[in-house]
């Protein structure tokens, strides 16, 4: 019984000793980014009532929601996704404001995946909200975070792949597809099986212009030229258009920033948010085979909390980006500079003021009073386990 209970849930696990100080050290890092951009720190409680997250927002399906009751009967659910939690406080501390706010934050998310997806069911979510500004500067500003998140990491090598959800949903209309083939197409995006996409679009008999179109889904890098010809193709299709010309003015935003050798503009992006409006986004790298960042423009989606706000914002998956780091031998550098004081019981006054005054000079000091029968060897072992580099003995 006593080993049962030293285990973990399926999906979710321990981080401790130097994997913690890394995260730790990660996050105050990212965190202190955001704030140079201008973003202010918020807290959303971990459980929020089940309506934050139904359907008709478009997050999480309820099956992979963790849901329980209170004692008034109210569903509640632990947040699979943080964004419309962010939502829900913008309208109801910010409802009068006009001008953009801008908000970020850190917390847990949980989705009840299944155990086959091999997935962690708990995972650390850090990120950032532009609220009130539906400019394409405002999607360069988050883009341009992004990058320079993933740079102050610590990855050199990663891509952020950018979409607009009215390219498909234009090409949906525009070929006038049935609900039953458009998830049936959706599907094989998702699983990158773009020889089934021209298998179905064959038996579609669409125009030439559509064709083409539809096959720009499989470029994962759309050059100044394919744009272009997706425009000239996408003449008579507003919608399609209008994306089309968003990405070609974020693109020529994005290089005032500097950042356009990390950006690939992939018309093939999806998500599974239903609650995204505009440009979407998600950020590769090597040794990570989920996104270690996601993100995009959700213009309605304060409306359900009763503010009309355009949005956009964005979410660095921590655990990713650390399974990366590791994979990629980055090492994120943690202070090794502890002192353990080591005292005889008639010393211990001394070694408590030692320890003050250290502690108040900056230093990390932790006391140990001497055990007979131990050695200094003992201790400096006991030090070098617990990353102290500094072993003191008062006797």
């Not at 509640?76 to 001008?99: H, M, N, Q, W």
């Not at 031998?329 to 408590?352: F, W």
């Amino acid at each position: 019984m006593k080993q049962k209970l030293i285990h973990t849930p399926e999906g979710v696990r321990d981080i401790y000793n130097r994997e913690c100080a890394r995260k730790s050290i990660l996050q105050e890092n990212l965190h202190h980014l955001l704030k140079t951009y201008g973003y202010h720190g918020i807290e959303t409680p971990t459980f929020e009532f089940f309506d934050i997250f139904s359907r008709e927002i478009g997050t999480t399906p309820s099956k992979d929601l963790y849901k329980f009751f209170d004692r008034e009967g109210n569903t509640l659910v632990l947040r699979p996704d943080i964004t419309p939690s962010i939502a829900r406080c913008a309208a109801k501390y910010y409802g009068d404001e006009t001008f953009p706010v801008r908000l970020c934050y850190m917390g847990n998310t949980f989705i009840n995946n299944s155990s086959y997806q091999g997935r962690l069911k708990e995972s650390t979510q850090l990120g950032a909200e532009l609220i009130g500004d539906n400019s394409v500067a405002a999607d360069a500003e988050i883009l341009a975070l992004v990058v320079n998140a993933l740079k102050v990491a610590g990855l050199k090598e990663f891509q952020i792949g950018v979409g607009h959800v009215d390219f498909f949903r234009g090409l949906v209309s525009a070929a006038d597809l049935q609900e039953e083939t458009e998830q049936e197409l959706m599907e094989l995006i998702f699983n990158k099986n773009f020889f089934g996409v021209e298998e179905l679009l064959d038996s579609l008999h669409l125009s030439k212009e559509l064709k083409e179109l539809f096959a720009m889904l499989g470029n994962i890098c759309m050059s100044q030229e394919m744009i272009l010809r997706a425009k000239e193709l996408s003449s008579g299709f507003p919608v399609i258009l209008h994306a089309l010309e968003r990405l070609e003015e974020l693109a020529g935003v994005l290089k005032c920033y500097g950042v356009e050798k990390y950006i690939s503009i992939e018309l093939g992006m999806l998500s599974s948010y239903h609650y995204y409006t505009g440009i979407i986004f998600a950020g590769y790298t090597f040794g990570s085979g989920e996104p270690i960042v996601k993100g995009g423009r959700y213009d309605q989606l304060l409306n359900y909390f009763g503010k009309d706000a355009p949005s956009i914002g964005f979410a660095v998956v921590i655990d990713q980006l650390m399974a990366a780091l590791s994979r990629q031998k980055i090492k994120i550098p943690v202070n090794d500079n502890g002192i353990l004081i080591v005292y005889q019981r008639e010393k211990q006054e001394d070694a408590i003021r030692e320890a003050e005054l250290q502690r108040g000079q900056g230093n990390f000091v932790s006391l140990a009073a001497w055990e007979e029968g131990r050695s200094q060897e003992e201790y400096q072992s006991y030090a070098l386990r617990m990353h102290m580099t500094d072993v003191r003995f008062l006797k």
